[in-house]
């Protein structure tokens, strides 16, 4: 099965088609509703980056490993402590794609048609360049429906961030 999904992946290399949807994990998963208050990072959090404020309101995606799984988080932030570290509730979660080899998780970082969209979230091939442009899916975080909509890679880049380095 999961050699399918790799599959699935690679052919949309380059294509203007849209990627699978991602393995999305409801409330009855114990993710989604979640709150979390403000502290230090938990254990097995990657990264995370902030989203644009949408009707007054502040969202982040964040790419955490919980035993075996790697997920991305969809959060609504809710409150802040005294040292500026913020809470949130879980609004969505899903399961991150599967990487094939010579390829990475890029969000925060892609851009669509040149603008920055820090929804986006990307599975791109690993290149010695400023962006990577070899995109084989791309997914973008939707506030208003809370899921990891499926997006044609067309357009879409991502900063290299480790590029010159």
Avoid at 47 to 61: F, N, S
Avoid at 131 to 152: C, G, H, L, N, Q
Wanted: with cysteine.
């Amino acid at each position: 099965m999961r050699l399918a999904a790799v599959t699935s992946l690679i052919l949309f290399a380059g294509s203007c088609a849209r990627p699978p949807a991602l393995p999305e994990l409801r409330s009855e998963s114990g993710y989604v509703g979640r709150r979390e208050a403000p502290g230090p990072r938990a254990p097995g959090e990657l990264g995370g980056v902030l989203l644009p404020t949408v009707a007054g309101r502040e969202y982040g995606i964040r790419l955490t490993v919980i035993g075996s799984d790697t997920l991305l988080f969809l959060d609504r932030l809710t409150s802040r402590d005294e040292r500026g570290r913020r809470g949130h509730e879980v609004v969505a979660a899903a399961h991150a794609p599967p990487i094939p080899t010579g390829h990475q998780l890029a969000f925060g970082v892609c851009r669509a048609r040149k603008q920055l969209d820090s929804r986006i979230v990307a599975v791109v091939r690993s290149e010695d360049t400023p962006f990577y442009t070899s995109v084989a899916a791309a997914w973008r975080a939707d506030v208003t429906t809370s899921r990891f909509e499926p997006i044609p890679v067309a357009g879409i880049d991502c900063e290299n961030e480790g590029w010159g380095e």
